[in-house]
C-alpha cells in the first residue's frame, strides 16, 4: 500500500532551527510537496521537490532523496508565527496527492 | 476576495438528512478536488474533477456525491449524512500546467447528529 510517515508533533525554541522528517512508500513519484496549516485554517503550498536535492526559500528549504524515499522541511529563525501543522505529500503514478498526517510544530519562547 | 471559496463555512446537521457543499473558484483553474480532514489523519480524497466533464472518485467516495456545473464549481453532496462523516470539509484547485500545486478553500466544518 501506499505511506507516508512523518512525527506527530516537534516542539522547538523561537530563532532556532528546526527539522521535519517525511518518509515515503507509492505507487510511482511525480514530485513531493510541503505545506503548512495552521489550526483551524486550510493548508497553504510551501515547497515542490521532484529532483534529489535542496530547494531554498527564504527561511524555509526543503530536501528531496528519491533513492531513500526520503525528505525533509528545514526551517531556519523560527518564528512564533510558525507554530502550525506541515504536510507532506506524495504524487504518485496516477497524479494524485497521498497525503502524511502531519507534524504538529510547537514553538515555544 | 479569496481566490477559493466554500459555503457554508459550518453546519450542523442531523442523521439522514440531505446537504451540499459548494465551492467556487476564481483562479480559472481546470482541476478541482473534494477532501475531508480528520484529526489526526491525513488528507483523504473524496471526488476529484479534471474539467467539467470529466468526474472521478477518490480514495472514499461511498455516501458522497459531486456535481461540477460549471469549471468555477464544484459541489459536494451527503446523499443521506452519518455521524461519521463529521469533519472538515476542503475544496481545492489546480492548474493542469506547472508543478500542480493544490490551493485550497478555507473549508467547511460539518458536524452530524
Known amino acids: 500500500g501506499q505511506n507516508i510517515d512523518q512525527p506527530t508533533e516537534m516542539t522547538a525554541t523561537e530563532g532556532a532551527i528546526v527539522q521535519i522528517n517525511c518518509t515515503y512508500q507509492?505507487?510511482?513519484?511525480?514530485?513531493l510537496f510541503w505545506y503548512q496549516q495552521h489550526a483551524g485554517e486550510a493548508p497553504t503550498f510551501l515547497s515542490y521537490n521532484v529532483l534529489d536535492g535542496l530547494e531554498e526559500k527564504g527561511r524555509f528549504s526543503s530536501f528531496l532523496s528519491r533513492s531513500k524515499g526520503y525528505s525533509y522541511l528545514l526551517l531556519k529563525e523560527l518564528q512564533m508565527k510558525d507554530s502550525a501543522s506541515y504536510l507532506c505529500?506524495?504524487?504518485?503514478?496516477?497524479?494524485?496527492?497521498?497525503w502524511g498526517a502531519g507534524t504538529k510544530l510547537i514553538i515555544k519562547p | 476576495d479569496a481566490d477559493v471559496t466554500q459555503t457554508p463555512r459550518n453546519r450542523i446537521t442531523k442523521t439522514g438528512k440531505r446537504i451540499m457543499l459548494e465551492c467556487s473558484q476564481t483562479?480559472?483553474?481546470?482541476?478541482m478536488y473534494w477532501y475531508r480532514q480528520d484529526p489526526g489523519l491525513g488528507l483523504q480524497l473524496i471526488y476529484y474533477s479534471f474539467d467539467v466533464k470529466d468526474i472521478n472518485k477518490g480514495e472514499i467516495s461511498d455516501g458522497y456525491s459531486v456535481s461540477r456545473q460549471a469549471q468555477a464549481k464544484f459541489s459536494l453532496s451527503l446523499e443521506s449524512a452519518i455521524p461519521n462523516q463529521t469533519a472538515l470539509y476542503f475544496c481545492?484547485?489546480?492548474?493542469?500546467?506547472?508543478?500542480?500545486?493544490?490551493?485550497f478553500g478555507p473549508g467547511t466544518r460539518l458536524t452530524v447528529t
Open positions: 481545492a484547485t489546480s492548474d493542469s500546467g506547472g508543478a500542480y500545486e493544490q490551493y
Open positions: 507509492t505507487s510511482g513519484f511525480n514530485g
Open positions: 505529500a506524495v504524487r504518485d503514478s496516477n497524479y494524485q496527492l497521498i
Open positions: 483562479k480559472g483553474h481546470d482541476r
